[in-house]
């Protein structure tokens, strides 16, 4: 589908092969505060997730996707439509990209873009949102590159290292 196809990454479904990058991401504590992950997860529960990965987004309300380069096919991160709500055409939206080399190259950015053009597109959605603690300047920045605008505050939302942090609620309205 080449919607899904940028100049450097590309977005695919989850195969099995991928279950020891995903339980290396999950599993990573450093970034359990933007996955509001408070547990590990085990090999067995990412294998019958992956089992399950075929559904139907309309199904299962998610569609998770891997980041892979084009030249290495590896995979560097993960991005996810959440919360899917057919009858609202609307999702939310999250992307994490695995180690820091793979950050600020532009390849989430080439991701994010991907996603959002194949959720207008051919999910025909109205609107997608995106949940960012006011602290992960990095992220704020990126949505709001692509449009998205912050439109709320959630005062002290998630706690991160026994200190209760804002979390910004960004939205794109499909124009």
């Known amino acids: ?104 190259n532009g390849l989430g950015s080439e991701a994010l873009s991907l996603l959002i053009k194949y959720a207008f597109t051919h999910l025909q959605l109205n609107q997608l949102y995106a949940n960012i603690g006011t602290a992960n300047a990095i992220s704020c920045a990126l949505f709001t590159k692509f449009g998205f605008q912050k439109i709320g505050i959630k005062k002290q939302w998630n706690k991160v290292n026994g200190i209760f942090q804002d979390e910004a609620l960004y939205q794109l309205i499909n124009t």
């Open 1 to 104: 589908m080449a919607t899904l196809i940028g100049e450097h990454i590309y977005l695919r479904a989850l195969e099995p092969e991928d279950l020891e990058f995903i339980y290396a991401l999950e599993n990573d504590e450093s970034i359990w505060n933007v996955s509001n992950t408070q547990t590990p997860y085990s090999r067995f529960l990412i294998k019958q997730y992956l089992k399950n990965a075929h559904q139907d987004i309309y199904e299962a309300k998610q569609l998770r996707l891997a980041i892979c380069q084009h030249q290495t096919h590896k995979t560097i991160g993960l991005i996810d439509l959440f919360d899917f709500d057919a009858q609202n055409a609307r999702a939310g939206i999250g992307i994490i990209i695995q180690q820091s080399e793979n950050r600020s």
